[in-house]
């Protein structure tokens, strides 16, 4: 395989017809091309005369000619590197050409169009009739098959003013005129303050055109009002919430009956088991005895926890706001019973 597409098999066949020609010393400053330049000869005018650029003509006729080489081989993406790094060192249309070509196979069509371009601009430059004409009439042929592939997208002017429309990142200033692009998908993005962003993914296709418009952008909703807090509910009130110790009073009224009804259970548990057995012992069974003393024990720490819960509630409740610091109220609980105290302003 000598080419890898049609339009480098065209430059490859430029490049053939031109090379072996000579270039005199006078066309040095002049876009040359690699592949068809070689050093002046002995009897050339100024040949003995070293130019400022002849170390870089060199390694680019070598760069361009690798890729030649490697083209023909059918490695396509190292034939390319040599073709851009030639033309790095001179700009040469013929190379230009090339390199073109490369970077439409990546299926970057509009900067394969620009290179074109600008390959037919340096071939109409070119001092030397034959080669200008070779490169220029095989630089317009690209650009005629290849300007009909490019996608053209057109953005209709949004219907309301303070939007912004980008397109692929890039602001859009001028609306209604047919932009051309790669194919593939793009993203359009308009935005405006206090309005819901309106995006679209475009995708294009070869030779495609197509007309898109914005659309009126919806405003954004006005944020739902927050859940006002315990805080400010307090604040609102005139003072800290009493669904807290109305609780505490209903905790520690239950707890507290609770305790009453276990300390009934352990006072019948005592009474029978001083009929059963005399003076608290049970030769033949000690759970009775267990049993009686571990109810009483409970029931004293319900009633404990009960009254002490209890107090507090009723407390916070009849102490006014601005004294709630000036009360304090502890309690302790043993297996001998619960007490507490309380010391505040009422």
């Known amino acids: 395989m000598v080419c890898q597409s049609p339009a480098l098999l065209r430059a490859c066949a430029v490049c053939a017809m031109l090379l072996g020609t000579r270039a005199s010393s006078a066309q040095v400053s002049s876009p040359r091309a690699p592949e068809g330049d070689t050093a002046p000869g002995a009897n050339a005018p100024g040949a003995s ?32 590197e040599r073709f851009q790094a030639s033309l790095e060192l001179r700009r040469s249309p013929g190379t230009l050409l090339n390199v073109a070509n490369c970077i439409q196979a990546k299926g970057d069509l509009i900067g394969a169009l620009r290179a074109f371009e600008e390959s037919e601009v340096l071939a109409r430059a070119e001092s030397d009739e034959r080669k200008s004409v070779l490169w220029s009439t095989a630089a317009r042929e690209e650009i005629d098959a290849l300007t009909p592939r490019i996608p053209r997208l057109v953005v209709g002017a949004p219907a309301e003013q303070g939007v912004e429309v980008t397109l692929d990142g890039e602001r859009i200033s001028a609306f209604g005129e047919p932009r051309v ?40 909703p006005a944020a739902a009002p927050a859940a006002p807090s315990a805080a400010s509910q307090e604040a609102a009130s005139g003072g800290p919430s009493r669904l807290l110790p109305w609780v505490l009073v209903g905790v520690g009224g239950a ?27 049970c030769e033949e069974d000690l759970s009775q005895r ?9 029931a004293d720490v319900l009633m404990g926890v009960g009254l002490v819960a209890t107090v507090a509630g009723v407390t916070w ?15 302790s609980c043993d297996l001998h019973g619960c007490s507490a105290s309380l010391r505040g302003r009422f």
């Open 181 to 220: 692009l790669n194919p593939g998908e793009h993203r359009l993005l308009a935005s405006s303050a206090g309005k819901r962003d309106f995006e679209q993914r475009i995708t294009l296709a070869e030779g495609q055109s197509l007309s898109v418009d914005v659309p009126p952008l919806e405003p954004v």
């Open 317 to 331: 409740l009849v102490l006014t706001p601005d004294e709630e610091g000036a009360a304090s109220l502890s309690g």
């Open 290 to 298: 267990d049993e009686a003393f571990d109810t009483a024990v409970v």
């Open 255 to 281: 707890v507290l009956t609770g305790g009453v009804v276990t300390g009934v259970v352990a006072a019948q548990r005592a009474s029978d088991l001083e009929s059963d057995c005399p003076n608290h012992v």
């Open 49 to 80: 005369e070293a130019t400022p650029n002849a170390s870089d003509d060199d390694s680019a006729i070598r760069l361009f000619r690798e890729g030649r080489a490697l083209l023909n081989k059918g490695r396509f993406s190292e034939a390319c």
